[in-house]
């Protein structure tokens, strides 16, 4: 089993509307790159942000400009209108878990993907609002940006915890903290391990500016060592990332001993053998 469920129906620019790309055509050809890639569970999970209901857990600036569709048209254009599994990318904003629940809830998800993008109102990884050069040390950004992943796993809000060390995407471009980077994701672990959450290894990271998977060795080993499930996924924006760089992702799990990622259907997670 090969899964794909971190995945995009179209890029970031807000002119991508779900009219042009909420169509049964374009979820096809998102279904026949996954096939030509042995990717037989495939899912999407489109941005809370793009969505209207994003404006009930938050109103940053960035989140305004990008709030124009319909969460619900969304759900019945997968359930309907493809065979894909119907999953969402949902950020993590600190005081906002009710919030967050109350647009969750009465929805079938197969599963939801958290992320965190944002440290109040600092991004992450867009040049917009960014966190970096605001004045805070890396030693702190890190160590707030872990916190935050392990209080979005001890929510129970989540699934999947995705790209759970976006903080390190631009690379050398920005600073890294000197001591051994174990000592941030330490908290991360245990809070996973605690919640039961599943964690993404996304192949997003191969083509950033950081170059390499997330989550990194060190913290994967540790990952596996705590006996956290792991979930597959490319964060694909468009078919052709779909699968992106599997090869070298189940490469390094085998390397690893793990032999099982996580498959979900109606927000139930069960493992099934990789490959
Ligand atoms: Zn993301
Ligand atoms: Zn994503």
């Not at 990008?66 to 309907?80: K, M, Q, S, T």
């Not at 993404?200 to 990194?216: D, F, H, I, M, N």
């Amino acid at each position: 089993m090969l899964t794909d469920y971190h995945v995009h129906l179209r890029t970031d620019e807000p002119e991508n509307t779900a009219a042009r790309f909420f169509t049964a055509a374009n979820a096809e050809r998102y279904r026949e790159a996954a096939s030509e890639r042995g990717i037989a569970e495939l899912g999407v999970a489109e941005h809370i942000y793009r969505f209207t209901a994003a404006m009930e857990i938050w109103q940053h600036p960035f989140w305004r400009q990008y709030a124009h569709d319909d969460l619900d048209y969304y759900c019945g254009f997968v359930r309907e209108e493809t065979d894909l599994r119907l999953g969402i990318e949902m950020d993590f904003i600190p005081g906002a878990e009710d919030r967050i629940a109350n647009v969750l809830d009465g929805r079938d998800w197969d599963y939801v993907v958290g992320s965190v993008h944002f440290l109040r109102d600092h991004s992450l990884d867009t040049e917009d609002y960014s966190i970096w050069g605001a004045g805070e040390s890396a030693d702190r950004i890190w160590r707030r940006y872990f916190e935050t992943v392990a209080h979005s796993a001890l929510s129970g809000l989540y699934d999947i915890i995705g790209h759970p060390d976006l903080v390190k995407v631009w690379g050398s471009a920005t600073p890294v903290p000197d001591r051994d980077p174990r000592f941030f994701y330490e908290p991360a672990v245990e809070a996973f391990a605690e919640a039961g959450v599943a964690v993404e290894l996304s192949t997003a990271g191969w083509r950033k500016p950081v170059g390499e998977q997330y989550p990194a060795v060190p913290f994967l080993e540790m990952l596996v060592d705590a006996g956290c499930p792991l979930a597959l996924s490319s964060d694909a924006h468009e078919p052709d990332q779909l699968g992106f760089e599997y090869e070298r992702a189940v490469e390094l799990l085998e390397s690893l001993g793990v032999r099982e990622i996580a498959v979900f259907e109606g927000r139930q997670r069960r493992m099934e053998p990789i490959g």
